[in-house]
């Protein structure tokens, strides 16, 4: 049943999209992405506001044309080939869209009524909790409540592959863990789920694979563990005035500003360090402090994680305003 | 097709909800025509009857389906539904027909009540050409469900809909003669009158019904034929630059 041997092994590819918005400003919200997902896995398009993880999204699923480049869902050209594709994916938008004076109920029946392979409307309820919801009227729904409701009209026609734009965000944490299970039987029963986030936590729990996206274009990609193998961990700590000079760290790397490397006789500083093995640079670091009976300030040790690599990426690009 | 009727069937349901709308497209008829039923009482022929019931069948189009359905489109733009409908199966042309339908049906059942009570009170003439009549009202209603869409692009929120649908009234209403017949406006501008987009439409109905649109001698069904395809041009031509411009102009999403 699925689209012949071009949609054997990924689920999304997308080459080189770039996506500009028209008017005079000419706005290129994204510049050159690249990316595939697998079928069955997760990929997690990460980024802060305005990095154009939305409009990056839209345009894999199909609402928008790309300005070039090439996207392909489940071998299909998403755009073009609305009629085939649509039929096999659910689409979760970043703001609900339902007609506030339809009840729950209603409003997953009219759904239902127009998609081509709608599981039972029961069903779905029961899946995002809102079975007990299911006379409201929409209007009265708290914030989480309709995120469920999206995400019910997103998987009522059993879609192959699912797209959801910031599931989770303006949930408490409890119904986040809840959104999380609910991701995670998806998976399990084989569905293709590409989503866009700002928590990092939500990507580190939930994806296979994930890409940073930073000002229209993907600044690191891969699995958990290879970016965070890529950004190493940090240790800071304030160095007291008249201190002897830092000896050499093993796997240690100081930041390269000017002012970095502290000397003696000067008053005291803040010192940030990276390195690749954590416990190693912090044993020697700690050695020599006891024997040279130095106390370091504020010490603050980070093994690497996924948000030091956000915020790392976020910091790199700041650098050079900060200096302007 | 049973897209369209999933859509207008829920349409329905919240235009049942909409108690203002209802109002709105419900009694604003019933009392236009109890109002002018007073005022004719005691008129002439069945041919002013007719012409009569033309008129309101014209302005009644107008409200329900023209000014009632920009709103519509307005609200459901704003309320970002018309967007998560798009990221679903319907296409663009179900999702705008779906929302249309349930003002159409309305209209369609306030004439038909509208001529029942005018006929109980005034002797109505039968249609001489009913295929005219019935293209005629066809067109009109495709025409103010394309005018409703593109009016409803220049509509930032519900409430403005009130303002920026005067123009397309006026014209309309003025321009096809409902109030005043074309006949009576000074030369040049009953010349442009005949061209304005919803003229043609009830230049058709009259003439499928009464057989002439103006002081000329009523003809018969062959005539009537022959007279209505300048009009129908006019008309298909209208109906066509309202697809072209719905296609270009239309937005699904609020401007952010």
Known sequence: MFGGARAAGNAIEVRGLVRRYGGPTRFEAVRGVSFQVARGELFALLGTNGAGKTSTLEVVEGLARPSAGEVRVLGYDPFVDRAKVRPRIGIMLQEGGFPPDLTVVETVRMWAGLLSRSQPVGVVLDLVRLDHRADVPVRQLSGGERRRLDLAVAVLGRPDVLFLDEPTTGLDPESRRDTWQFIRTLLHDGVTVALTTHYLDEAQELADQLAIMHQGTVVASGTVTEVIAAHPARISFTLPAGAAPLPDLPHARLPTRPDARPNQGEPSQRVTLHTTALQDTLTALLTWAAQAEIRLGGLDARPASLEEAFLAIADNDRSPEVAA | ?256
Do not use: H
């Not at chain 2, 049973?2 to 209802?22: C, D, G, H, Q, V």
């Not at chain 2, 967007?83 to 705008?96: F, H, S, Y």
């Not at chain 2, 409803?152 to 109030?179: D, K």
């Open chain 2, 1 to 256: 097709m049973t897209r369209i009727a999933t859509l207008s069937r829920y349409e329905m349901l919240l235009f049942w909800r909409n108690r203002t709308a209802l109002a709105t497209a419900v009694l604003l008829p019933v009392a236009t025509v109890g109002t002018l039923i007073t005022l004719e009482d005691g008129a002439a022929g069945p041919t002013d009857g007719a012409g009569l019931l033309i008129a309101l069948v014209g302005l009644m189009l107008l409200l329900v389906v023209y000014y009632n359905l920009v709103s519509t489109y307005v609200a459901r733009r704003e309320e970002r539904v018309l967007k998560r409908l798009r990221a679903g199966e319907v296409t663009d042309g179900e999702i705008l027909a779906g929302t249309a339908v349930p003002a159409v049906v309305i209209a369609l059942g306030q004439m038909a009540i509208m001529a029942g009570g005018f006929g109980a009170f005034l002797p109505l003439p039968l249609p001489v050409n009913p295929l005219v009549l019935i293209i005629g009202l066809a067109g009109a209603v495709v025409l103010l469900v394309g005018l409703a869409v593109i009016s409803s692009t220049f509509t930032r929120n519900v409430e403005m809909a009130q303002i920026s649908t005067l123009p397309v009234l006026l014209v309309c209403s003025v321009g096809s003669g409902l109030f005043i017949p074309i006949t009576e406006l000074p030369g040049q501008l009953a010349t442009v009158a005949r061209f304005l987009p919803f003229s043609p439409a009830i230049e058709l109905i009259r003439l499928g019904w009464l057989g002439t649109a103006d002081d000329s001698a009523a003809t018969d069904f062959l005539g009537v034929l022959s007279r209505a395809a300048g009009p129908a041009a006019i008309l298909a031509g209208w109906v066509s630059m309202g697809v072209v411009g719905v296609r270009r102009w239309f937005r699904w999403e609020p401007r952010s």
